[in-house]
């Protein structure tokens, strides 16, 4: 072993000793909006499962992303801070504070009021850099072009509609901007709701983990569809258990318009109008849905003996002859 290779190799021990090596070069957004208080973060990385490592948040709380070499455990200890009533910018600067392995980190925090904490550190890979607005920040290292997170700020700033959308709008303009120097390969998207209950799985609005794709953000984009159509059917569901039929049917129509590849879900639609006197309007959703999915129609029985649907056999006839 050379000199020159030992010194290498004890300078790299060294630091793995004192940082967790987990070198995740990306370009995300961590953002809360003001009109819902929903906070989010959404990322697009040349690494795997990029989800498990950079996005935090919490409901009423704060968000954080924390890539380059990357340390996760500034998510929970932000967020922890946040919570005790810390601003994103204090809490931040205390765990910097105590990371000797500060300088090769980028952190953002937004928390629930707007403040926003961001940092970039000095051996971060270039072209690295971070760009603030209101209640909201922007961050790239290791990108092909200095000037990705000025796109991510106009695409974030000029785009309309919720939290999710706006900041896969970001990714998107950072991608078209040249994006990762290396390449894509995983994404990520976590938004928390306004309102907390205080249960976690009920204020997770989007929790999205694209592990390994061709076109991450492609796929993020799908699968952001396919889960609003599922918020639908889950509040459908949940109208139907307390025999709200009218709502129910709105909610199963909703989320069968956003994921029309599945026939399960105009399936409940024509459940709940059946169940609701328009059996004329179900009868061809049920031929529809039938034909795509036949075990759908043997779902008819068991359905009705959870009490779902009508028993009357006139009914059931004409729905299990489609």
Not at 122 to 142: D, E, F, L, P, W
Not at 146 to 160: I, L, Y
Not at 178 to 203: C, F, H, I, N, Y
Request: aromatic share 6%; proline share 5%; hydrophobic share 40%.
């Amino acid at each position: 072993m050379t000199i020159k290779f030992f010194t290498l190799f004890v300078s790299l021990v060294c630091l793995s000793a004192e940082t967790p090596l987990r070198p995740v070069s990306t370009y995300s957004i961590v953002a809360l909006d003001q009109e819902t208080g929903q906070l989010g973060v959404a990322v697009q990385s040349h690494w795997f499962s990029v989800g498990t490592v950079v996005p935090w948040a919490k409901a009423g709380v704060g968000a954080v992303a924390t890539q380059a070499i990357a340390e996760p455990s500034y998510g929970p200890k932000g967020l922890a801070l946040m919570e005790q009533g810390i601003p994103a910018d204090e809490a931040l600067q205390s765990l910097l504070a105590k990371d000797p392995g500060e300088n090769a980190r980028q952190v953002a925090m937004v928390d629930a009021q707007g403040n926003v904490g961001v940092h970039t550190g000095s051996r971060c890979i270039s072209y690295a850099s971070h760009r603030t607005g209101k209640s909201y920040s922007v961050q790239a290292n290791i990108m092909a072009k200095p000037t990705v997170p000025a796109a991510m700020v106009q695409a974030f700033e000029s785009t309309t509609g919720d939290l999710a959308e706006r900041m896969l709008a970001a990714l998107d303009a950072a991608e078209a901007e040249g994006g990762d120097l290396r390449g894509r390969q995983s994404a990520a998207m976590l938004v928390v709701s306004g309102e907390p209950t205080g249960d976690s799985w009920k204020d997770r609005i989007v929790d999205l983990d694209v592990a390994d794709h061709k076109d991450p953000l492609g796929e993020l984009r799908r699968l952001l569809r396919i889960s609003r159509a599922y918020r639908h059917a889950q509040k459908g569901d949940e109208y139907m258990e307390q025999n709200e039929m009218n709502m129910a049917l709105q909610e199963y129509t909703a989320a069968a318009k956003f994921y029309p590849e599945n026939p399960e879900l105009p399936f409940w639609t024509a459940v709940t109008l059946a169940q609701t006197g328009e059996l004329q309007k179900a009868l061809p959703i049920f031929n529809d849905v039938f034909g795509r999915n036949k075990n759908l129609r043997e779902l008819i029985p068991r359905i009705v003996r959870a009490g779902f649907l009508t028993n009357e056999q006139k009914v059931l006839q004409q729905i299990l002859a489609q």
